[in-house]
């Protein structure tokens, strides 16, 4: 491993240009593809019931979860989020397998997301091969992330604004058509196994919103702006998500969103076919929606990527990745080279052409994330009772409490259904935790810069107006 050298401000410091808004775009911008895909293949799974009450589950984690997380962002506002969190309550070790739960869920995600965007862009481009048109916005949106981090979240805001207005017209198209019996269809195709099945589909709906915490070091005044940003993108988010899953099943049942045809494959594009239900599949309508619906799924490839960049810098700034991996740009102040190892790994993954495979391996990293986060923020106020918290959670310690339970039930849902990927995630974590335990936790800085004391956030003198 390369020796320790200590660093300049300028090398390892981020810079401050993120407001409430950027932040709620960002949230939004993460998070909003798993309304536009990815969903929908948890109905062949659990049928409309299944999914409804997989998802209701899901919301009720993510309410607790959120409230509690932002708990946690606001009293330790770092680029690492759950690695710097378990790193200062539970000790370097937890603190790696919880940094390294995270990567794997903000680089796995962005492969499946990726697929879906060449699988819509081929509808127009049919010539160019779906893996091509994915590589390409690989290189385009890495590209971006590097410039720099407020040009990047200008641009998140606006596509995300496009692709929430999207939504809203989707909804207000399809409504007027729902039939309550069109729910009732074949609800619950496989019995009570097809609910946990759906899991990680629910999931889907809202995995990477905990991708804001990522942010906070460039955050302006964080412990103020971080509140609104992550309250404001949940409520959003919810709303969408009731608004989606309704209007899209209750056009046609959800046989009619899962397969394009009798005995097709599950598809990746759900609203579409909802939307040809109503308008067909050849008028302007119809392909004003298509177009308009790639902006979601761009902003969540974008955004995550963003937030992917963050948690592998944090990772390389502490030695526990390539120290080169710890260095911002000296021209435009990113983790550039973070952002170009995140991608050479999520094309990797992109090649195997296992969308929903996937998915459920970027799951596993969450779940693994929210669990961890929570026993985190319960030691930090036993351990740390006089650490300014900016923000508390509220109804403590039932909300951390309640999203402890729901992530372990959540876990152990996926990996009795999902054995074979369990063990490939599984796997990945021990393998990059011997790499850990034998070449790095002797070598690495003892003192990590937020195992005690006050933080002591860089940059906090810049002016924060505006």
Request: aromatic content about 14%; charged content about 10%; overall charge neutral.
């Amino acid at each position: 491993m390369e020796a320790q050298n200590p660093t300049t401000a300028s090398e390892t410091h981020l810079a401050r240009s993120l407001g409430s808004l950027m932040l709620w775009g960002l949230g939004v911008g993460y998070v909003i593809s798993g309304m536009y895909f990815g969903w929908n293949l948890g109905l062949a799974e659990g049928g409309t019931l299944g999914m409804a009450i997989a998802t209701g589950l899901i919301i009720l984690l993510y309410i607790t979860f959120t409230f509690s997380y932002t708990e946690l962002a606001c009293s330790i506002p770092k680029a690492g989020g759950v690695f710097d969190y378990a790193h200062r309550a539970l000790g370097k070790k937890w603190g790696f397998i919880a940094g390294m739960a995270q990567v794997i869920e903000f680089v796995f995600a962005p492969p499946a997301i990726a697929a879906a965007i060449g699988a819509y862009f081929h509808i127009f481009l049919p010539a160019v091969p779906v893996v091509v048109i994915a590589i390409f916005a690989y290189f385009i949106f890495t590209s971006l992330n590097i410039v720099g981090v407020k040009a990047a979240a200008s641009f998140e805001l606006i596509i995300t604004v496009f692709a929430v207005l999207e939504l809203l017209i989707f909804a207000g198209i399809t409504l007027p058509h729902f039939e309550w019996s069109n729910l009732e269809k074949n609800a619950l195709p496989h019995g009570t196994t097809g609910i946990w099945a759906c899991i990680p589909f629910a999931i889907w709906f809202f995995l990477g919103l905990e991708g804001i915490a990522n942010v906070a070091e460039e955050t302006i005044n964080p412990q103020k702006t971080i509140i609104k940003g992550f309250g404001s993108a949940l409520l959003t988010l919810i709303i969408l998500c009731i608004l989606v899953f309704v209007s899209g099943v209750g056009v046609a049942g959800w046989e009619a969103i899962v397969y394009a045809s009798p005995g097709a494959p599950p598809s990746d594009s759900p609203l579409p076919l909802a939307m040809a239900k109503v308008t067909g599949d050849s008028g302007w309508i119809y392909h004003l929606l298509i177009t308009i619906g790639l902006l979601g799924l761009i902003a969540s490839f974008h955004g995550i990527i963003l937030a992917a960049g963050r948690a592998s810098f944090e990772f390389g700034r502490m030695g526990y990745f390539i120290k080169s991996m710890g260095r911002i740009h000296p021209k435009f102040k990113t983790p550039a080279t973070a952002l170009l190892v995140n991608m050479g790994i999520g094309i990797l993954a992109l090649l195997t052409g296992e969308t929903g495979s996937i998915i459920t391996i970027a799951c596993f990293g969450a779940v693994t994330l929210y669990i961890l986060s929570m026993i985190t923020l319960l030691r930090l106020r036993k351990q740390e009772p006089n650490l300014e918290r900016p923000f508390k959670v509220p109804f403590y310690p039932y909300f951390p409490v309640i999203a402890l339970i729901i992530g372990i039930i959540c876990m152990i849902a996926m990996i009795s259904l999902y054995p074979v990927l369990s063990l490939f995630y599984f796997g990945i974590l021990a393998i990059a935790y011997a790499w850990f335990y034998f070449f790095v936790k002797n070598n690495a800085d003892e003192q990590h810069p937020i195992t005690s004391g006050p933080v002591n956030l860089p940059g906090e003198s810049i002016d924060h107006k505006g």
